[in-house]
């Protein structure tokens, strides 16, 4: 069983940034991916950006320039830090941990999630 536990997140003006963080422990040796998606309200969970333990990053399109993604593998921790943000970004954010498969197209396999953080941006 795998747990992440995820911290940032909050309340920030349109044009900030905000840095979340998420950590993993237990049974995480299966896995080679880590990542964050997002959920708005009344709206689906949607991919925001992740990555492998190899170091390779993949982003949605609305974030990327803006959101960079990174690991400290020794410590099962993946950041995610966020730039110029937009009123649009706000949501609950959502850690991820799973396996992704090598080549394209891109595919992951989410096992386990985080308990999600809020992140507001205001205009």
């Known amino acids: 069983q795998v747990h992440l536990v995820e911290s940032g997140g909050g309340l920030v003006q349109a044009g900030g940034s905000l840095r979340l963080s998420c950590a993993a422990s237990?049974?995480?040796?299966?896995?080679?991916?880590m990542g964050w998606y997002r959920q708005a309200p009344g709206k689906q969970r949607d991919f925001v950006a992740g990555i492998t333990t190899g170091g390779s990053t993949n982003y949605a399109n609305s974030v990327k320039g803006r959101f960079t993604i990174s690991t400290d593998n020794a410590k099962n921790t993946v950041n995610l830090q966020m730039n110029s943000l937009k009123p649009e970004d706000t949501a609950v954010y959502y850690c991820a941990i799973g396996r992704r498969r090598p080549g394209l197209p891109v595919v992951i396999s989410v096992d386990s999630w985080g308990q999600g953080t809020q992140v507001t941006v205001s205009s």
């Open positions: 237990g049974s995480i040796s299966s896995t080679n991916f």
